[in-house]
């Protein structure tokens, strides 16, 4: 079957330590695909929010013919 890459940009509670936080990011990717590969792009502390932006393998959609 064939697969594609999307990009996603995606925000994340913080969480009281990094073991929660990576599965709060992993969690959140898997909503659009497999997770690939993935960046903490920015922090807003005041509203505790982390920016995740990522690729995700996704199943291709078929091309109409």
Same mark, same amino acid.
């Given at each position: ?15 009281d330590t990094a073991e929660e936080l ?7 990717? +898997? $909503? ?7 960046? &903490?792009?920015?922090?807003? /502390?005041?509203? +505790? $929010? ?7 393998? &996704?199943?291709?959609?078929? /091309?109409?013919?």
């Amino acid at each position: 079957r064939p697969m594609t890459t999307h990009f996603i940009s995606a925000e994340v509670d913080l969480h009281d330590t990094a073991e929660e936080l990576h599965s709060a990011i992993e969690n959140e990717l +898997q $909503k659009h695909g497999e997770p690939l590969r993935w960046a &903490v792009t920015d922090v807003d /502390v005041d509203r +505790q $929010k982390a920016l995740v932006e990522g690729y995700v393998l &996704v199943e291709a959609s078929p /091309v109409a013919a």
